[in-house]
């Protein structure tokens, strides 16, 4: 990522898959290195996001909350063929 001097960065997955009778119910976790660092940030954070940059006026509102995608998550699916 040009100018983004943090922006480098490895995800990876590990998980299980089982097939019964053609549904396949998988679970994975998913981790990456990437770090960021959403609290009190006073700089661009890559891998931060935010759920409301602004109100209905374009005002920009400071009590808007952050997701670190550098963050680990647990995945559960169930899919089935046909």
């Avoid at 997955?13 to 998913?30: E, F, H, M, Q, R």
């Avoid at 660092?37 to 602004?54: D, E, I, M, R, V």
Wanted: proline share 1%; glycine share 10%; with cysteine.
């Amino acid at each position: 990522m040009k100018n983004v001097h943090n922006g480098d960065y490895t995800d990876w997955k590990i998980g299980v898959t089982k097939d019964i009778s053609g549904w396949v119910v998988a679970l994975s976790y998913v981790d990456t290195n990437a770090s960021g660092k959403c609290s009190g940030a006073s700089t661009y954070q890559p891998y931060c996001f935010y759920s409301s940059l602004s109100d209905s006026n374009g005002t920009l509102q400071t009590s808007s909350h952050t997701k670190d995608a550098g963050n680990g998550i647990a995945i559960v699916s169930v899919s089935k063929s046909f």
